[in-house]
């Protein structure tokens, strides 16, 4: 009795659950790789972005003025004084931007990603009214010989050439420095002015900047006006901003912003110390180089599919086995089931080399032939053989309608589920699931038995 309830369907079934739930491991293997390639390619870009120019964020010059004050104190009851020095910055009154983006491709082993040089322009003035409101007190000695603009450029070693840089009419000369603009890095433009400007201070800088994935704009300015194009057909806008106006065709985008200092949550001008870098961070905007595709993140979500269609796919084999009356033995079912957790290695191998889509066909149509091949030879039949091939080879189908259909994988995957299980539910309407064990008791019960 205990071993026909051993060979019954009910124990098979719980049997294919159980080797199921094994295959997880190999399949959080495949995971685990993915993962691994992932971080893989994050590195290759970095080592790519650092020999390049890495995600640039750009501001319109600020100036900076360094100055003196005397600052009163008491100290064991006598009042004293000690001279403070700081630097005070200040915004434009108006800024434009404009950049054209030349766009390539660069490689490190296996992996690549878009990199680009961008011509950029800024164009407007300080006004003289924002110099007057840095001390209205009166008590601040300003040395205007030391006052310089201050351009932030996230990463200075992507900047390519200066081919015009004016300042009040002047062509003027930058260096390096290692002050900062609200915790970016920055290049300095010396001004040596002899007294507080009286008049607007304008500027006109044109400089070619290398740069990878993304270019991000800070709007430094009281009124900003910005505009970027670029021949690349998937921008992705991000930051603080959207556009107030973009195109997007197949050859490239076009993209115009404009803010107000109304729009953002810090000062015309602080001192240096103050805390205004989160807000600075926080209003910058621009565009990413967005990939059509990621074969990584497309690999992940073919993989959180994997218990599912591999349970699926031993339920079928295992209706072919009762309703064609034939015996499978469990290291058949664990083969078929390795079977199928090689495509998932299978397509994040050939994914790298040709892309997912190529990939996915050569794996879910090799798996498909391995498991219906197989399957021919386990039911000792060719037309059951190509009915599973052709099974699996469906629901490889409906898993990559689910894997790229981001926005309607929730309605394919629920309705395809629904299919499944009332097609299994259609199927075994008449296994008696308990006959196995009847036959024990009539058996049992049959006069002349001997036990």
């Known amino acids: 009795m205990a071993l026909s309830a051993l060979q019954g369907p009910t124990f098979k079934v719980l049997g294919i659950a159980a080797?199921?739930?094994?295959?997880?491991?190999?399949?959080?293997?495949v995971r685990s790789l993915v993962a691994e390639r992932a971080a893989s390619r994050e590195h290759a870009v970095s080592t790519i972005a650092s020999r390049?120019?890495?995600?640039?964020?750009?501001?319109?010059?600020?100036?900076?003025?360094?100055?003196?004050?005397?600052?009163?104190?008491?100290r064991q009851g006598r009042q004293e004084t000690r001279r403070e020095h700081g630097t005070a910055l200040v915004l434009a009154d108006r800024l434009a931007i404009e950049g054209k983006l030349k766009l390539s491709e660069r490689r490190y082993g296996i992996f690549s990603t878009p990199v680009y040089l961008a011509d950029l322009e800024f164009n407007g003035a300080f006004a003289p009214a924002d110099f007057a409101a840095l001390d209205r007190?009166?008590?601040?000695?300003?040395?205007?010989?030391?006052?310089?603009?201050?351009?932030?450029?996230?990463?200075?070693?992507?900047?390519?050439?200066i081919r015009r840089l004016r300042v009040a009419g002047k062509v003027r000369a930058a260096r390096p420095t290692p002050a900062t603009v609200a915790g970016s890095a920055s290049i300095a433009i010396p001004l040596q002015l002899v007294a507080e400007p009286l008049q607007p201070l304008s500027f006109?800088?044109?400089?070619?900047?290398?740069?990878?994935?993304q270019l991000h704009?800070?709007?430094?300015?009281?009124?900003?006006?910005?505009?970027?194009?670029?021949?690349?057909?998937?921008?992705?806008?991000?930051g603080g901003r959207l556009p107030t106006t973009h195109k997007v065709t197949p050859r490239?985008?076009?993209?115009?912003?404009?803010?107000?200092?109304?729009?953002?949550?810090?000062?015309?001008?602080?001192?240096e110390g103050e805390e205004v870098n989160a807000g600075v961070g926080?209003?910058?905007?621009?565009?990413?180089?967005?990939?059509?595709?990621?074969?990584?993140?497309?690999?992940?979500?073919?993989?959180?599919?994997?218990?599912?269609?591999?349970?699926?796919?031993?339920?079928?084999?295992?209706?072919?086995?009762?309703?064609?009356?034939?015996?499978?033995?469990?290291?058949?079912?664990?083969?078929?089931?390795?079977?199928?957790?090689?495509?998932?290695?299978?397509?994040?191998?050939l994914?790298?080399?040709?892309?997912?889509?190529?990939?996915?066909?050569?794996?879910?149509?090799?798996?498909?032939?391995?498991?219906?091949?197989?399957?021919?030879?386990?039911?000792?039949?060719?037309?059951?053989?190509?009915?599973?091939?052709?099974?699996?080879?469906?629901?490889?189908?409906?898993?990559?309608?689910?894997?790229?259909?981001?926005e309607y994988a929730l309605l394919i995957g629920s309705l395809g589920l629904l299919v499944t299980v009332a097609t299994l539910m259609y199927l075994t309407r008449r296994i008696d699931w308990y006959r196995q064990r009847d036959a024990v008791v009539v058996s049992s019960a049959a006069p002349g038995t001997v036990s």
Do not use: M
Request: proline share 5%.
């Open 351 to 406: 994914s790298e080399q040709i892309g997912f889509g190529p990939a996915y066909v050569l794996a879910a149509a090799s798996v498909a032939v391995i498991v219906g091949g197989y399957a021919a030879a386990v039911l000792a039949t060719h037309r059951d053989g190509v009915l599973l091939g052709g099974g699996v080879a469906a629901l490889y189908a409906l898993l990559y309608a689910l894997v790229v259909s981001e």
């Open 137 to 161: 007190s009166g008590d601040i000695k300003w040395d205007w010989t030391r006052a310089e603009l201050r351009l932030p450029i996230a990463d200075v070693a992507g900047v390519r050439s």
């Open 282 to 349: 926080a209003s910058a905007f621009g565009v990413a180089l967005l990939q059509p595709v990621d074969d990584y993140a497309r690999n992940v979500r073919t993989g959180k599919y994997g218990l599912l269609f591999i349970a699926l796919t031993l339920v079928a084999l295992f209706l072919f086995e009762v309703l064609r009356r034939l015996r499978v033995h469990p290291v058949q079912y664990l083969l078929v089931g390795l079977a199928l957790c090689c495509f998932y290695l299978v397509l994040l191998a």
């Open 52 to 74: 390049w120019g890495g995600l640039q964020t750009v501001g319109g010059p600020v100036f900076a003025v360094p100055f003196v004050r005397r600052v009163s104190f008491l």
């Open 204 to 213: 006109d800088i044109a400089l070619q900047l290398a740069g990878t994935r």
């Open 252 to 271: 490239g985008f076009r993209a115009q912003w404009q803010t107000l200092d109304l729009n953002r949550r810090y000062p015309q001008s602080w001192r």
């Open 217 to 238: 704009l800070l709007p430094l300015a009281r009124h900003t006006w910005a505009s970027l194009e670029a021949p690349w057909p998937h921008p992705g806008f991000d």
């Open 19 to 29: 080797l199921a739930l094994v295959l997880l491991v190999p399949l959080a293997q």
